[in-house]
């Protein structure tokens, strides 16, 4: 099984910075992508930020809101991944959620192919 470990959430004031962390754990052959979703009350979950692996070209991929002021990053050898957010908006006030493309043990093949979901991590933009 496949477990997905987020932190890093807290409160944040308007403006400031904060960094989420999201580690992968268990019979993991290899991390195909991972990204970061969020959910604020009453909405519906949506994409944040996306980063493929360094096999697949370390591609990354933004919401318009967040370009300029979010990066995310993976590193492949501790199967994490990081949203490190800057310049934070009081609307940014979300449950912020790390998902996962990977291919389980033994072999990278559909048959082990698996989408996970981390449980989130509460993020509150307030003054």
């Known amino acids: 099984q496949v477990q997905l470990v987020e932190s890093g959430g807290g409160l944040v004031q308007p403006g400031g910075s904060l960094k989420l962390s999201c580690t992968v754990s268990?019979?993991?052959?290899?991390?195909?992508?991972m990204g970061w979703y969020r959910q604020a009350p009453g909405k519906q979950r949506e994409l944040v930020a996306g980063v493929t692996s360094v096999f697949s070209g370390g591609n990354t991929n933004y919401a318009d809101s967040v370009k300029g002021r979010f990066t995310i990053s993976i590193d492949n050898a501790k199967n994490t991944a990081y949203l490190e957010m800057n310049n934070h908006k009081a609307e940014e006030t979300a449950v912020y959620y790390c998902?996962?493309?990977?291919?389980?043990?033994?072999?990278?093949?559909?048959?082990?192919?698996?989408?996970?979901w981390g449980q989130g991590t509460q993020v509150t933009v307030s003054s």
């Open positions: 998902h996962a493309h990977l291919f389980g043990v033994p072999t990278p093949t559909p048959d082990f192919e698996d989408y996970s």
């Open positions: 268990g019979s993991i052959f290899v991390i195909s992508a």
